[in-house]
Every structure is written in structure tokens, then in C-alpha cells.
């Protein structure tokens, strides 16, 4: 699923699956988030919103289960085997 950058503080990228109606979060720390039964309209309106922090926590957080989806690889640092 491809997501979109967003700059949000603790929210990094979004991304929305609409035949399976799932939400992905990217967190800053890596960590990627689904949540199931999303409408189109909420992904859109996160991912289009001028304070997308504020509409995740407001219309998304603690109105859809959340489940764990793994991590995003960071593209250097620890991660990287020649740094």
C-alpha cells in the first residue's frame, strides 16, 4: 500500500486500502499501525487535513481497533551495515 507523507509530529505517512477498507499509519518511531473498517472519507480527510495529528486523534485513534502491521526500516543508521 502505498502511503503519503505527512508531517504531524508523531505521524510520519498514511496510507488507505479501499477494497479492504483498511487504514495504515506510519508513526516517527517506525512503527506501522492498520486499522480495519476505515471509510474512504476518514482516510481522505486525514491524510488531506491542515493538522493531521489532531483528526487522527480525534476520528481515528479511539474509534478503531488498532492492530500492528510491523516496522518501517529506517534508510540509515543502525540499519545501515557500511555506516
Known sequence: MERKRLHAGELRAAGYDEARRVL????ANGQLIEY???GREIA????T???????YRDNIADE????????VRSS????NPFA
Open 24 to 27: 495504515e499509519v506510519e508513526l
Open 76 to 79: 540509515g543508521g543502525d540499519d
Open 49 to 55: 487535513s491542515a493538522s493531521p495529528l489532531s483528526y
Open 64 to 71: 478503531f481497533t488498532a492492530r500492528p502491521a510491523g516496522r
Open 44 to 47: 481522505r480527510r486525514l491524510m
Open 36 to 38: 480495519a473498517g476505515v
